[in-house]
């Protein structure tokens, strides 16, 4: 069962477009929600996180948009650069008191900024 | 400063074999975490360390799987009786404290390849 959904597999966008990636999660008890971006040969880095009490958290170019009632949430990109073409994905996890929990990753989205 | 480091970068097995793989956390950090990531798919969680105490082995696939952190700090993932479907990146996380919302920050990952 795959608890976190990610789509498009991949994506081309031209220098100075936006770059959209949706996810959507079916397990209710998530309530932390980081996005990661990955160069080849590199690990996971953490780009931008939100959680569910707000429905939009912005740093710079990037931006998450969060559906609590939908169970979505997407990634925005805007005036893309070639230095962003990487893998990108997104996570979930719940926020309990027992510890940190793993994440839980989708499947990752192949984005290539065409200049 | 130093970030997480993982050795060997790259690791080949033969079918049967036992290896382990090592992880550095960032000096200091409580929480740390194994993933594995199969090619072109997300992390996938195997376990979760708080400080020594192994607090998560839910994604451990096997008992051939094993994971030890004695003094806090550097942890092994060992792998008994290596099988082909192993053949994945071993990424190691750890985050300073304890919440599921403090950053993970990875490591290179280790490649196993299983001949």
């Known amino acids: ?115 | 400063g130093a970030g997480v480091s993982q050795s060997p970068r790259y690791k080949v097995a033969k079918r049967g074999q036992d290896v382990a793989l090592r992880c550095d956390p960032i000096s200091g950090h409580v929480s740390l975490f194994w993933y594995q990531q199969a090619l072109g798919q997300g992390p996938e969680f195997l376990t979760y360390f708080q400080n020594e105490a192994q607090l998560d082995k839910s994604g451990l696939p096997s008992d051939r799987f094993f994971a030890e952190r004695p003094e806090g700090s550097v942890s092994t993932l060992k792998i008994q009786r290596t099988q082909q479907e192993d053949s994945a990146v071993y990424l190691c996380a750890s985050s300073a404290g304890q919440l599921s919302t403090d950053t993970q920050y990875f490591g290179p990952g280790t490649r196993l390849t299983v001949l």
């Open chain 1, 1 to 115: 069962q795959q608890q976190v959904k990610q789509s498009p597999q991949s994506l081309i966008v031209q220098k100075g477009g936006i770059s959209i990636i949706n996810c959507a999660y079916e397990n209710t008890a998530f309530d932390y929600f980081p996005w990661y971006q990955q160069f080849p040969g590199k690990g996971p880095a953490l780009l931008i996180a939100i959680r569910p009490d707000v429905s939009e958290k912005k740093e710079g170019r990037f931006t998450i948009s969060f559906n609590k009632s939908a169970k979505q949430f997407s990634l925005h990109i805007m005036d893309s650069q070639p230095g962003d073409s990487a893998t990108y994905f997104c996570a979930a996890s719940k926020v309990s008191g027992g510890g940190a929990d793993g994440l839980t990753f989708g499947k990752g989205t192949h984005l290539i900024i065409q200049p």
